[in-house]
């Protein structure tokens, strides 16, 4: 929050003891729902034809409670759907989206104006009861606390102090001679904010990327789903004080205001507004931007997962977590917020001129906007024996958890050099009898990160125990009583083997989209634009399954497998099925986690000419700046151009480092302003190291 200097209080729009909502009886909305905005879900076809109710067999997962009294369930062509119930006249309540909460206050006579939301074309008013707007925003006097942290010099513009409220700490921050205090700890995995970048308003996670407004603490980039709590400020007798909430103090997060569906009761069963095809990062992202910006019509998820969205680069990096550890959200948040998620739900077809998703069983769900956030399928090996048993892909808990469980105390052999392969060998070498891992190239990540920064990697994990076995393959998998016993190299080589992980890449799961009409490339990648949208209107595309025209690559066109990346397309998805008109911009961030040490990278590096590197690979303290030739800033209409001339125009197209934070955070905040970083200006701070020229690192180039 922004604040002139002066003793006065500045309230927050958002009340940190808890979100304002409004309670009223809608007498023409006729619901099924109680005012939790709970709703029976579509049970699995075996149940339907039996006619048993949502309480009588396990199935597809209840984003809620199931109501006392079951609803009839005649069988019909589709496997049976459920019958229109009696309607009955309920409290709805409205969770007020803060944009719309703050016209109202606004009203110009005073008196809170009709909030409408529009429910199949049809406008609904809800009007806010008429009260005065509270001074404090803070209910309860007992949860606050209020503490003077520092005298107004002691802050030069452009710095952060994490500062003791005595119950815990908040981020102070003076930009343009204001005073801005937020939550100390990234929401993501708690880094601290203070160690990350400040740059024109927002603040940059220094370990994954993650960006948050200083004025709101509103989340502007991923990955990540809560903002950062914000707390007043006030200046008196040139001493800066906070006052906050102690519960926020202890959380360091805070969920965005979010709107309810309200016309649950205009919808069949087999009919929704948004429909969304996977639950991952993306399609959770999508659900929740478009209720925080106020979407209060029907949203359905499904996914072929047995569990609710979850952290997925977890399955490699903590592989012994259980779904409820990694749960993006519990499963209370998508029955609070009318989210509804069908698990074990397989779509095997989208007919786009009836706006209709077919799904594996023959149950059908009509649609009027669609985002397809279906990820990819690991590629199988397609050597003889594949079919042995305990060989893996990781998919799921289920799949890590297993092979920990079986891993321990035994030979491993894992094949693929890949993100997930080295992170899984990287997690077992300390459990296992032995790991080895095979791979087709000469040096891991080679075309990644580079050979230089490959060999000090491959270097870390034989330290570790880890054995190579380069540019081979398996030929064969043996086995003894249905069991794996062998894995044999073409290279002649037979491997001692009692688990196997196979890493060696995915291709994207669209499959069931070949006859859609929907444009795939000649790699099964969806195509869409900057607002992610597919060549079919109302029908949208996001994660790992999609091309999309990266900016900071000149608007080519790029597959990004990344989990930030997945994150703001659905976010850039949602608002553009509400007609925002929003492109995506945002710098490509990813981090990869090996022997308590990460390596964070920025940029899209594919192609790369040259590597710069500054520090020690042998400490596995450096940062190395991917670097190529062409810039269109300096070839412009030109046929061709002198080496002098090629070198001037190499520019920086990504950045990894290890142990050398924050200074990937601080590129990418470099590039997502649009900002060039020239190869020459890289290699004078590397020559002259940290005495070097910095002015293209802190804005002030070009």
Not at 104 to 123: C, D, F, H, Q, R
Not at 318 to 343: G, N, W
Not at 395 to 408: G, S, Y
Request: positive net charge; glycine residues 8%; contains cysteine.
């Amino acid at each position: 929050m922004r604040l002139p200097l002066s003793p006065l209080w500045i309230q927050p729009a958002a009340k940190l003891s808890g979100y304002p909502r409004d309670t009223r009886v809608d007498r023409q909305t006729q619901d099924t729902r109680t005012a939790t905005g709970c709703e029976r879900r579509p049970e699995p076809r075996k149940a339907r034809a039996r006619g048993l109710s949502c309480e009588d067999v396990p199935a597809p997962l209840l984003t809620c409670p199931p109501s006392p009294s079951p609803l009839p369930v005649p069988v019909g062509a589709m496997g049976g759907c459920f019958s229109k119930p009696k309607p009955v006249e309920v409290k709805i309540e409205v969770v007020i989206p803060e944009k719309e909460r703050s016209k109202e206050e606004m009203s110009p006579n005073g008196k809170a104006s009709p909030l409408i939301y529009k429910v199949n074309g049809t406008a609904r008013h809800y009007h806010l009861e008429e009260h005065p707007i509270a001074s404090n925003p803070y209910h309860n006097p007992k949860d606050v606390v209020e503490a003077s942290v520092c005298h107004v010099k002691d802050l030069e513009n452009g710095q952060m102090r994490e500062v003791d409220l005595g119950c815990g700490k908040a981020l102070l921050i003076k930009e343009s001679g204001e005073f801005h205090a937020v939550g100390h700890k990234c929401p993501h995995y708690g880094a601290p904010l203070v160690k990350g970048v400040l740059s024109k308003g927002r603040v940059r996670c220094p370990w994954h990327g993650a960006c948050f407004n200083i004025s709101t603490g509103d989340i502007e980039d991923f990955p990540g789903l809560d903002s950062l709590p914000r707390f007043q400020v006030k200046i008196e007798k040139e001493k800066v004080y906070i006052r906050a909430s102690k519960q926020a103090l202890q959380t360091q997060r805070r969920t965005k205001m979010m709107a309810k569906c309200i016309s649950l009761s205009n919808y069949n069963l087999s009919s929704t507004n948004v429909l969304i095809i996977g639950a991952g990062a993306a399609g959770l992202v999508c659900a929740e931007t478009l209720r925080q910006e106020g979407f209060s019509d029907r949203i359905v998820m499904c996914t072929m997962d047995r569990h609710l969205p979850y952290d997925r680069p977890k399955l490699s990096k903590s592989m012994d977590s259980h779904p409820e550890q990694i749960a993006l959200r519990p499963k209370e948040f998508f029955c609070t917020y009318d989210i509804e998620v069908l698990t074990e739900m397989q779509v095997a077809a989208v007919d786009i001129k009836n706006k209709t998703a077919v799904f594996k069983d023959g149950f059908k769900m009509e649609y009027n906007k669609l985002l397809i956030a279906t990820g990819n399928t690991p590629k199988a090996l397609s050597c003889k024996g594949k079919e042995v048993e305990n060989v893996f892909n990781i998919r799921t808990p289920e799949d890590a958890n297993r092979v920990v469980k079986l891993a321990t105390s035994k030979n491993v052999v894992i094949v693929g050099a890949s993100f997930l392969g080295m992170e899984v060998a990287a997690y077992l070498a300390e459990r296992a009898h032995s790991v080895s891992l095979v791979e087709l190239e000469e040096v891991p990540f080679k075309k990644f990160f580079g050979e230089r920064v490959g060999r000090a990697v491959m270097k870390m994990f034989e330290s570790n125990r880890v054995k190579f076995y380069m540019q081979t393959e398996v030929s064969e998998l043996r086995e003894q009583e249905g069991k794996l016993k062998e894995v044999v190299l073409k290279s002649g080589k037979v491997l001692r083997a009692d688990v196997c992980v196979v890493g060696i890449g995915a291709v994207p799961a669209t499959g069931f989209l070949k006859q859609s009409g929907i444009n795939i490339d000649s790699k099964g990648f969806i195509v869409v634009n900057k607002m992610m949208q597919t060549n079919i209107p109302g029908v949208f595309a996001a994660g790992d399954a999609v091309t999309f025209p990266l900016a900071l690559r000149n608007n080519k066109k790029v597959n990004v497998p990344h989990w930030q990346m997945a994150h703001m397309h659905g976010r850039i998805a949602a608002l553009n099925m509400l007609a925002h008109g929003m492109e995506i911009s945002t710098v490509p961030y990813l981090w990869t986690a090996m022997f308590g040490k990460s390596i964070r990278y920025a940029g899209h590096g594919e192609g790369f000419d040259d590597v710069v590197i500054q520090g020690d690979l042998d400490e596995l303290k450096f940062v190395a700046f991917y670097t190529k030739r062409g810039s269109r800033r300096w070839l412009l209409g030109t046929r061709t151009a002198s080496h002098a001339e090629s070198r001037r125009s190499d520019e920086v197209v990504a950045v990894a480092s290890m142990n050398y934070d924050p200074i990937v955070s601080k590129v990418a905040e470099v590039l997502a302003a649009g900002r060039t970083i020239r190869k020459r200006d890289v290699e004078l701070f590397v020559r002259h190291g940290k005495t070097g020229d910095m002015s293209w690192l802190t804005g002030k180039g070009s």
